[in-house]
């Protein structure tokens, strides 16, 4: 049940950070592109890799293979450094709602790596 649970949901924050990038990058909502291209493109592949992993890792869960708890491990790894990032980012432009967001998904994906790891 745990390994059903967790695929689902690092599938669902797989492609929503994927899809949530290629919407701001289509809707021309990224002004660091502008302002700090560098960076902002080391952002978004840094955030493109952990959503990819996070898609992987769902999915090799609920194929059962036998190493998708490790890649699951790794994915919520970087899916918790994500988004404390983000919640600093949004926090700075006082957009509270994100915030709070981004403070339960890393409260959801902190107890399933912890669950992971120990069952």
């Known amino acids: 049940m745990l390994s059903i649970i967790s695929g689902i949901y690092a599938i669902v924050i797989g492609v929503g950070i994927i899809r949530l990038w290629i919407m701001l990058l289509q809707s021309k ?15 978004i592949t840094a ?8 898609l992987m890792s769902g999915i090799f ?6 190493l998708s708890t490790y890649f699951f491990i790794l994915a919520q790894g970087l899916v918790i450094y994500a988004v404390i990032n983000a ?4 926090g700075q432009r006082k957009q509270w709602s994100s915030v ?4 339960i998904i890393l409260i959801s994906s902190s107890i399933l790596a912890t669950l992971n790891i120990f069952l």
């Open 61 to 66: 869960l609920l194929i059962g293979l036998s």
């Open 87 to 90: 919640a600093g980012y949004y």
């Open 29 to 43: 909502q990224v002004p660091e592109l502008e302002t700090e291209p560098v960076a902002i493109k080391f952002h």
């Open 100 to 103: 709070i967001m981004f403070g």
């Open 47 to 54: 955030e493109m890799t952990m959503g990819g992993l996070s």
